[in-house]
Every structure is written in C-alpha cells, then in structure tokens.
C-alpha cells in the first residue's frame, strides 16, 4: 500500500541517525570541503581547529588542520576526490552529535557542525586521614552513551589532575555514564617526573574497585557535582613479560601493550613501547586483582601492521611475570570494485543525468562479525571495524585485520548499489554478502571483487502511527525486504535504517525492485547494543523478516535512479506478533 | 624552543654517565639488593608524616625504559623514611608533596637529591627541609567576557630588581584553564611572580598538526609587554587570589605549501613523510623545536603544513628509519599570509659501510652484544641539515651500512638511545688503517667502504668521593665528575654526577690509565617560564689520575677548594 502524501518532513541528511552535521548541497568535481563551526546557540566558534582527513587511507598524507575564521567558518581545499572525515575540536566542547561511526563528506559538500558545551563531573579526593589527594590524576571512563547503551573498550578519554585541595573538574564529557577513578587507566599516559601514586591501583568513586564503581551520569552542559573520592592508596601489582616475532618493516614505530576486561573491553592499563633496537620488555603498573586480557599491537592502520594473540591474565595479590606476547603480521582484504554502468538505452526518465560518482568516494568497510560464531570473537583492542578507501581504478586494500569474520559493508556514492561480493578466484564461493568472510591471523585475501551497479534508489520517509488513536513504539527500524520470492535469499537486497524520534528514515544505495516494508519494534536488548548486527546476516531472521513483512504486506515498487522522498509509512505491527514482543536478533 | 636545546643536551650527559648505573642495578637486582637509603621530611621544624618519598634512576633515559615502578617509602609520624632493597646506582630521592617546595638539589637541579650508593650500602641522613608553597589563582576571559578553556597558565619569577629568576615547581603540566576559564597554581616558593598565558613573541614555538587558536604572551592583568606585568607577591602558604587575565584575540595561523621532488630530475616524490621547524635564530640556519605529524607527500609529491604562526621555518624530508637520499632543507618565512610554492629537493645521498669490531673482551658472551649496539652519523655541513632520527644497526657479525648521507665530514658516535649495554664504548673510527677524527670526509654520491669502529670494552670501576677545602658545599653547589682515558684513541670522557654526600662511582671502564676532573655545574629546571641562566662555562675544580684494570675498583678521595671564589658554580 503505497501512500504518497506530502508531509512536511525535516530530512536528515544522514542516514545514520543521531547525527546533526548537515550537509547541504553537493556539486560534483569541488576540491574544497566547507563548513562553519557554531556553538550551542548557533553562535561562530572562532579560532577552532578542524582536522579534515581522508577516510580509510593507510598511514597518512591524507589529513589537514584548518583554524576557523572570526565567523566560524572554514575552507579546507585542494582536497582529492574521496571521503573525508570532519572533526572540530574546540576545548570544553563536544560534538552535539553522538555518531556511533563518524560521519564522512565529500568534496564540495558544506558542512555544519554543532559544539555543545561538554558535560562537568567535579569533586574532591580524601585520603583515609581525610587529608586532601594532591596531584593526583582523575580520569572518567564513558561506560554508556546518552541512550544508556554500553560502550565497549571503555578507556579514560578525560583526565585532569587534583589541585592543592584535592579538588578535581574534569570537563568536555560527551553525555553519556561513566566510572570515574584516580590512577585509572594510564593509558599512553607518559610523565617525566614521578608521581606519588604510580603505582597504586586506580580506586573507582566512591572507593572502590572497578565492578562496584558507580556510575555517574552527565549530559553535555550540565554539571555534576560533589563526586567525592576517598583514595584506597592500594599498590597494585605489576604486569610484566617480553614481546617475541615479527616486529615489521619499521621497528621504530613502537607498540602498546594493552590490558582490558575480556567481556566489557574497558581499558585498565596500557603502555606505549618504541621497539627500538632490541626493547622487548614491557611492564604495566598498578595493576589491581583481576582477570584480564593482555594484547600488544602495532596500530598505525597501515600495511605491514602487527598483533599478538589476545592472552588471558589472571592477577591475584601477586604480580604476574613472564608473559610472552608473540607478534605477527595482521591480516588485510584488498580487491577491486566494479562499476556496471546503466545501458544507454536505460538512461531515461530519473536516470537521465549522470550522477558523477567516483570511484575514490567508494569507501570499503571490513566490520567484525563477532556473533557468527562465538570462538572468532575479537580481542578487546580490535576495532569493530576498519576502512579501505577506493582508488581510481577501484582498487582497495583494508590493513591490519585479526583472525575473525567480517562482513564487507561497502559505503557508496548515493548513486551506485551493490550487485555482488565475490572472492574472484574461487567463483563457486557464495556471495560473501551472506556469510562474511573468515580471516585467519595474518591473512591476506587479495581477490575480492565488489561489482556496483549504477542507478540505485532511495527511500526516504516517516513512520506515523496506524491510525489517530494509536501510537508508534518508541524505537523501532525500518526494514526493506525484497518481494521476489528468487531475492529471498540475496542479502544484498535488504536494506535496514534506524528511526530517528521524529520517526524519519532514510535508506540509500538500493537496488531496483519491489520490496516490503516493514517498521519494527526494538526491544530493550537489542536497542542496548550500539552497533547491531544487520537483521538479514542471519538466516532465521530473513525468514522471519519476510513473514512478518509479507503479514503487514506494504509493498514498494523503487526503479532505477528512483529517489522517492516524503513517503510516509504507517506503523502496524505484524498479525501474529501482537502478542508478543518481535525478536528478530537472538 | 631554547629550553627544548637544553633539555635535549641535559639528557645526553645525562645518559652516556649514569646508564651504566641502570645497567648494575638490573644485574644485582638478582641477588636481592641490600642497599638502604634513609632521612627525614620536614616542614620547617615539624616533622611530615605519611608522604611518600620516591626513588626514581637518575638517568632518565633509565627512567622511560625501567619495567618496575619507582620504588617509594612512606614517612612515619616523625617524618622518618627509609627505602630498602635498593640496588647499586645512581638515584633521584624526592618527597612526593606537591604543594609544599622541595629544594632543587639534584644533578640536574629538579626537586630532591641525588644519592649514588654502591651495593649493599646503608645511606642515612637524606633528609629534606621543605616550606610550604604558595597558590596564584584566577581567571581568564578574552576581551568579550568569554570563558577561555584548556590553556596553561605559567609563571615567571623575578627578584627584586625584577630580573628573572629560575623556577622549579611541580606539575608544570597540570596548570591549564578549566571550563569556566579558572586556573590554580600551586606549590610556588615564596616570591615575586609574573602570570601569563600564551607564546612569548618570537618564541619559535611550533605546532603540528592543529590550527586552532594561538593567543600571543598576555600578562596579569592584560599587558603583553612583560614589564608592564602586575607583580603577584606569593608568601609560602599564602594564597594569591583573583589573579585574572585578559587575553586579545587568537593569532592567526597560516598553511605553506609546496612539493617535494628529485633534485636531479625535478620529478615529485611521493609517500615521503615531512615535518618542519623553527629556525632558532632570525640569522643562523639552524633548527630549533621541530617535528612531524606524520603527513606524507601525496601522489603529485605536495606537502602541506599548517597551523603556523609568523615567523621562519624550515620544511625537510623526515627520515625516521635509514633512506639512502636525504632532502635539503628549504627555508621559508611566514608574516602575514599562506606561502606556496615551496620545494624540498631530495638527492641520493653517500654511503659509508664497514665493520664494527669489540676491543678488550674476548669473551663471546660478551662478543654477542654487538647486535645490540647502535651507530649514529652526524654529517658537519655548512648550513642546514634535514635532522636525522634513525639510528645505524649493526649486524650479528659486526657489518653495517650507513646510507643517505649528505657529503662532508661524517662523524659516527655509539647511540645513547636506546642505552648500550654496560660497559661499550667507542674507542676510534678508523679507515685503512688511520684514525678519523673528528669525522670521514665523505663526497657527494661517494660509497665509502671497509671503515672500522672500534668499541671498547671494560670492566673497571672507579668510586671517589670529594672533600671541600676552605668552606662548607651548599646544596646548590653540584659537580660532575669526567673521567678521560689517558690513550689517544678515547676521544671521549665518561661523566658521573656527584651525589648529595660528594659520591661519584662509574663503572664498566676499560683498563688503562684515567684523568679524573670535577666540574662545578650550573643551571637550573627547566619549567616552563623559568628563564635559562647562562650557562657558565664548566672550569675544572680538581684533578686526579688513576689507573683502572678490569674486574676491579679503584677508590679515590677529591680535594675541591671552596676558597677559589672564582671556581664556584655561579647562580
């Protein structure tokens, strides 16, 4: 039932929800990247620093520093074709944005981004004697985000030290919940003069250890007061052993060790080693009891990047000695894109302009899989995800990938949509859309091939409630399910987006079609991970998608180049799933 | 940027006398050391219980790369401290209390003393006298009111003619603007002070990577010319409050751009890191702070340098591993507006190979330690040099091969960082047969091979202790100790710091005879605001040969003359 109705809708630019950047009009072949900086009132930030890099490029060459004028404006030029990330950074301000991944722009593209003044956690720290903690350092841990989500690989992002009085104000919090801790986490935390705790174990406000620290929660501009903290003053112990294998091309580059908790990923101590000329040693400080993972990597993003395995370590009332990490060589996916352009004879109608995407504003996204099977779970440090721009000629390569699934999630020119993800060589392999890619440690799959298709749609549009007297659930995503029984199976055909609050949502990069669509309730579990998984990896959710989607039987019809806007779809949830809550991703 | 100089000087000396230390506590740390160092904390005439006194190497290149925490002692309820278990070495003892003042009486004249023990020693009697600090206090604002955030704010003290005087206070870092622009300074020695925030004019300083706002050198209250400062009076313990400053608009930044290419071709060069610096003066080419972000020439070999203030700079080609071409150095000035067009020309570059033998060992234990070692090459040029950061390896089986190098006269040194093992040092460079000093002459494009260097190893030990003549030795007074082989082919001498008690030791040392002479030390901390006094020139106050054989130790006593006023350490 396709109802066209032209409501007044305000349109996200992006379609990752929570973000605010706007982007405004784009002209094809624009060398500069504009923008204006503003704070909460909309006021100029002048005098602001703004970096501006190229997105998913190994090393660098790709990254500049611009200051805003006196109007908050800034020009960042001469810039290659490609995706660049944007980010200001003002002290004490915070993105007003949350974006679970960074939003990316292209050349020509005008961007504003909105600073809020960052959340404030302030208190004191008393000893047992009641006498002030000087100069000691506290640090917040952002442990979930504004919606109360966790955060995995928590690490202390803000620190300042206690004054004279033991008073301490750590500012520029994103809002969000956080632990916070004196002597937490030194993480690449360097002093050339030696401090009086460094080797304490890091007491958690009230006092505590780090699974009874309470949280605390800031919003951005608000204050947070009277955190008082009376210092254990425990020594930890010491976490010590030797790094072994293959160190790379560049042993000047240097390595971190890093210990976090195995299930939540928080960071509890880290230490930056140079590597050169024979150091192998390392040692982390003031290590409090615990069961940990310990992992050291070479982390640049570039080729030739390293890794130990993940190791367990179990510290208790003693410090723990002789730990070999063995360094190896990190995995990588590299390949090429194919573009299969429209015929001519199918340039007609919404296809008649050419749309000027390039291939360098492809930008190819390995992004872990870790519920596919349980063993494959990455390391704590690993990211979630790593990018490997595009270029000219299609080519890409993504750098320093642990042994793990991956998916490879393609982000496009609007104009382009995925046809297939292939391992060339092998053509009998299943699309690798459906079931990942399998990296062993130190892989390196060279013959991806993504072949795009040019004249993709796009659909964007509002939720709304069924009828006047009912009402939408408070979170739900919008789901497009292919309507030819022989696409059941193609996962490249479905297409999911997260709706805003205001019920708005915008799905890109779709192949032509008929599709259902079908709104969805989150529950409360899922809507707590971050970053999910996509619904239609798993093959029992497929099937459960197309019931419920053929049950509510909303059909869109999308050709090519079609870019259908305002539409609105009406919230129904599906027959059978009236009685109980839908449960789509065990 | 001229503190930056220093630092950099302090931590050589620094690490060619004292690694050696490092290096024996790391070997008797095995039969579980005995040593013990002991004193008492006080405050005026109460004693100051339950602080923790620190024990930290006095090297600090011994410092950064240590695996076990800073050993620490808490003070009793009499003040009374006493750290055990202490390895033979050299080490830096100071009273973790920030906001009181611990007198600067170390080597390198930061908080605390300097004690040097041998294994098993018992040293008592380190005591500290402390007074309380002071706390400067307030806020600032920019010209419209607003909140300026996250900027340090800093200090510089004057006496009363209102001369500048050295500094040293703690946690010269932690000092910035909070969200509401207000800052606290805290553990200042009574006195006179001056409070800014900002670069001083012409201060060299470079930024990388970030190009938001700079504010120029702005005094309490709102005065950039220094003599026009308030005077903030800080009496210990007291607290000076309301303290506000009054900052102008941001300076603006400006971007140079340009190319790095093939001198010999013109063609551009892609993927080469690049950074830049500040020329130290406005009329010598040469480098002060410098530094990269990482940022490599794209594929049309441009580069791109932001975030700098008006002023001159040089941009160069950042070799941090070995390159078989170096870049030259192009120089550019900033005043008032972007500059583009600049070009770095990159040449291949001259090559010295050979082979680096150990003399005075036969051991192959010993022997082994040979990979472990590494070279550096200073090229002397007139005019300026890309700086090099890599270092040279050198082989299991002695070979190495230096590459890159512009032509001149190349000198080859033994890397301080990371430290040699205990006991090798270079003894010569030679080339067929003949002694190069003080470097090859190397021409352009040329391949030098079959060069020698010659690395010495001992196991002497010398232990002295120095007596004053004529006068007591202020704490302020501090002495280092060099030690020079009597043989023409040591060209250097080996430094010890003389510890609190007049103690010196090195050891490692090849057999042979040894000129030792004592040196008066002047100079201060380097916090940030404290001026750098003139350093005088070092005038040896004592003098003494002994002959040193491996596997043993020689004890000498000094004589210094504290009569001689001319020959004392100036303030």
New interface residues.
Partial sequence: MLTAIAVCVLVLSSDRVGTLAQKESAKPRERAITGRITGEFGQPLAHVGVNVRRVGMPASGAGMSIGTDEDGRFRADDLAPGMYSVFAYAAGYVTEADPVERQTYRPGDVVTLRMIKGGVISGTVTNSSGEPVIAARVSASRVRDAEQRPIRGASPTNSRQTDDLGAFRIYGLQSGSYVVAVNGGTAYYYSSSPGGYDADAPTYYPSTTRDAAVEITVRAGEEVNGIDIKYRGERGHTVSGTLSGVIGKNPSRGVSVTLAYPTSGAIESSAYLSLRAGERGFALYGVPDGEYEIVARGNTGAENDFASAPRRVVVKGADVTGIELTLAPLGSISGRILVEPLLDSERKDACKTKSGALLEETVMIARRDERANAKEQSSSGDPSYIEGAADDKGEFKIYGLGAGRYRIEPRLPESWYVRSIMLSATQKQPDLASTGLALSSGQRVTDLTVTLAEGAAGLRGKVVPASENTSVPPRFRVHLVPAEAESADDVLRYAEAAVGGDGVFSITNLAPGRYLLLARAVTDDEFMVRTPRLVAWDATARTKLQRDAKAVNVVVELHRCQRLTDYVLKYQTPPDAKKRPPKTNP | MRSLFRTAAVAAIAASVTLLASESSAQQSKKEPSGSISGRVMLGDKPVP???V?L?PSN?VA????????A?ATTDEDGNYRLTRVPAGSYNI?P????FVVPAETSFA?PGKTVTLVDGEEVDGIDFSMSR?G?ITGRVTDADSRTI???NVRVTRIDERGQRLPISY??PF?FST??RGMY?I??LPAGRYKVYIGDPPNSGIVRF?????AYAQTFHPDVSDESQAEVIEVTAGGEAAGVNIKVG??T??F?A?GRIVDADSGKPLA?LQYGHGGLASPDQPRLGAFGW??????ENGEF?I??LSPGRYAAFVVA??QLDFYSEPTMFEITDSDISGLEIKVRRGSSISGLAVVEGSDDPDVLANI??L?LRAFVQTEGLSAPT???I?INADGSFRITGLRAGKVGITL?N??PPPKGFSLLRVERDGVKQTPGIDVGAGQNVSGVLVVIGYGTGVIRGQLQFQNGERTPDMRFMVSMRRLDETSPMPVWSEVDARGRFSVEGLMAGEYEIVVNPMSGSSSAPGAPIPVRTPPKPVAKQNVVVANNSEVEITLVVDLGAKEKQPER
């Fill in positions: 339950r602080v923790a620190i930290t600090p410092f950064n790369q240590q695996t076990t925490p800073p620490r100071v973790f209390t920030p906001a930061q600090g706390v955030i996250g900027q703690f946690s932690a909070d969200d606290r805290y553990g990577g970030y190009a938001g706002g608009r941001p603006k930044n971007v751009t993927n972000t990482g940022n490599r020439s794209n791109r932001d975030g941090t591993e990979s472990k590494e950061m890599g270092s390896r890397s960082y990371p």
